[in-house]
């Protein structure tokens, strides 16, 4: 929104073209993460999917990941109406963690087998756990959030994902 800018020599510089309205260019940056987020979890078709928050970065990875056609997509979030944004962002199930056993029904929809792909987009440090205690052997987990304070989390499982 400057006049004028300064950047390092190297740097990619994208000028948002004037007939882009200054509402959507706003949505550019964060989209952007959105998708950089869903690359890292290198989705395949027949993984199971689980993105962890509902705000505006974790709606824009539902509807990138939904374009890497999983087997099943799994929104999750506390707030029932943002789980209602990210079915028609192409979630095939919408999950509200204070309202079910998220473990027990990831296992149930999985044979047991757990989420190949956990994407944290919370900025709730419990997800993490939340995400270690559901993720698949040799999933991938994308923790792609800021958090404000320490996450607490037994990173001691880590190596049993591995």
Partial sequence: ?????????????????ETVSPKHAAF???????I????LG???FNDVVVISGCGPVGLGMVAAARLKSPKLLIALDFYDWKL???RKC???LTLNPSKCNLKAEIERLT????ADV?????????????????????????CFSVFKGDVLADWSLIGMYL
């Fill in 1 to 17: 929104m400057a006049e004028f800018m300064i950047f390092p020599q190297r740097a990619r510089v994208h000028k948002v073209p």
């Fill in 36 to 39: 950089h987020g869903v690359e």
């Fill in 84 to 86: 209602g944004v990210a």
């Fill in 118 to 142: 956990y994407i944290e987009a919370s900025g709730n440090g419990a997800s993490v756990q939340q995400g270690l205690d559901i993720i698949a052997r040799q999933g991938r987990f994308v």
């Fill in 111 to 114: 044979e047991g087998y757990g």
């Fill in 90 to 92: 192409g979630a095939d």
């Fill in 42 to 44: 290198r989705i395949e």
């Fill in 28 to 34: 550019v940056e964060p989209l952007a993460c959105s």
